[in-house]
């Protein structure tokens, strides 16, 4: 025990300090510690901005589903929805790191356009696919998200023209009435009337 603490004091009291060879090797020691802390750091800051690039993709695509599903606001765009305005649209929610780069449009006619008869009407489903660009730390990141509209057509004698948008669950609802009815051997007519029943709007009525 006494030969212990004498090689103890011995050590401490020594004025020999640490050997260049013990300082190299506690440096590097310290740069691997330093390395690793420095790419946790890196990699969860990766991570909270992607999360929150994420919610902001969502939001934005969330925003412009409530746009375009109502008649009233959908109506302001008309049949035709550029890439322009649906930046405009999402434009309050988007943050710093992502961006709307480009807008496609696809028609679903139920009934083709070209073949509608005169005095009636159809619906054509809308699809947006939307691209939004996320910047991440490997460059823009592309991620797609798909936002839907109903429009109106009618034909009064010069083709099939668009006149409004439809409310988009309104609009199911009022698809699957029209099957029904046929369905049963019925028809379906169209009359002008003051209130659509479904959204009440001015709009026609259904009958069977």
């Not at 434009?91 to 807008?103: C, I, K, R, Y």
């Not at 696809?106 to 996320?134: D, G, H, I, M, R």
């Not at 409310?167 to 698809?175: M, P, V």
């Amino acid at each position: 025990m006494k030969k212990l603490k004498l090689e103890i004091s011995h050590f401490l009291n020594s004025k020999k300090g640490f050997s260049l060879v013990e300082i190299v090797v506690s440096m590097g020691l310290l740069g691997l510690v330093g390395v690793g802390i420095t790419n946790l750091s890196r990699v969860g800051g990766d991570q909270s901005k992607a999360l929150k690039q994420s919610v902001v993709v969502e939001s934005a695509i969330g925003r412009l589903s409530r746009v375009l599903s109502r008649a009233d606001t959908c109506d302001a765009f008309g049949n035709i929805i550029s890439t322009a305005e649906v930046q405009g649209i999402v434009a309050p929610v988007l943050d710093s790191g992502v961006t709307v780069t480009n807008v496609v449009q696809q028609n679903f006619e139920a009934t083709p356009l070209a073949l509608l008869p005169v005095n009636e009407s159809t619906t054509v489903a809308v699809q947006l696919l939307v691209t939004f660009t996320k910047e991440t730390m490997n460059g823009p990141r592309p991620v797609n998200r798909i936002a839907y509209a109903r429009h109106v057509y009618e034909n009064t004698g010069a083709g099939a023209q668009f006149v409004r948008c439809a409310n988009y669950e309104s609009d199911n609802a009022r698809s699957a009435f029209e099957a029904n009815c046929r369905t049963i051997g019925g028809t379906f007519t169209l009359s002008n009337v003051t209130v659509e029943p479904w959204s009440g709007n001015a709009a026609v009525s259904y009958t069977h």
